[in-house]
């Protein structure tokens, strides 16, 4: 075991005696599996189990500067949840994007359930959910997403392009309709009276959901639609875009134009190129095309997201290789994750 002395006077001594410990492992920081090396020399099962052991993400005491947008991914599978793949995460979309006191959430999969403990626990008694679409794995968390469920709480749940189809609010209802599919259905769910259902024309740009910040919306390539957000705020732009599938050879322009410059893009990454084309009509990208698109939009960094359910941690381990190797702004997005956009 080795000891850190983390004091000021310490840390240089510290981090010199840290670098030597991995190096004596043989962990190289720059490699992919170098963070699972390290969990597991550290005596934890994985690097999952070491993360958990160290923090709850949604809990950090560090107050984070005004400028520093922080992103959590909370569900990062896509279509349907997969427990049993441990390293990359299997609840499907919610991403908790926040800047300041400020927080948004983006997608009610099986993640928005973690999520929604962690609000419990900073007792903001408000939350403002964003959907990208109402396919089920962006709304089945919908329903225990702690907030939701507890008197008092003001939640609005914003979605774009369902106006001509009854509104959120009644497609939501019809989803979680009294019986026999669901025992708690909407219309008593414990937050109710003040609960929100809104709507929006895709390719609006929304200002009123949060001081400060500024969110964008595109139209995705999706059955059913599906919209494409960025969010502005304190200098700082984060894109979410999921799920869209692209043509290729013809980058999808409004999506080049929603992730123009962006700080950080999250795109949805379910297959790779070499499966693409059996997948065709699926309403789904690859990474690589999420390469191509941020080089051409200069933007900064991409996050890889909603994982094909068969893609499991082996296949995840050697895409994430390829594609850091393929670009350094590859980021491989997991469950639990925290990105701070600087
Ligand atoms: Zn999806
Ligand atoms: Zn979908």
New binding site residues.
Partial sequence: MVTIDLSAAGAKKAATRLRDFLSAAGIDLKQTHAYEALARTLGYANWNTLQATLSTPGDSAEPKSAATMSVTFWGVR??FPTPNHVIYGGN??CVEIALGDTSLIFDAGTGIRFCGEAYLRRQTRSAVVLLSHC?W??IIGLSFFAPIQTEGWRVRVLAGGLADRGGVGAILANAYAPGPTYPHPLKNWYAKDTTSYEDFEVGDVLTDVAPGVVIRTAALNHQNGATGYRIEAGGKSVCYV??TEHVPGKPDQNVLGLIKDADLVIYNATFTDEEFPSKVGWGHSTWQEGVRLCKAANAKRLALF?HDPDHDDAFMARLEDEARNAWDGVIVARDSMVLDVN
């Fill in positions: 896509g279509s499907t979309s396919h794995d962006h999921t799920d909603h």
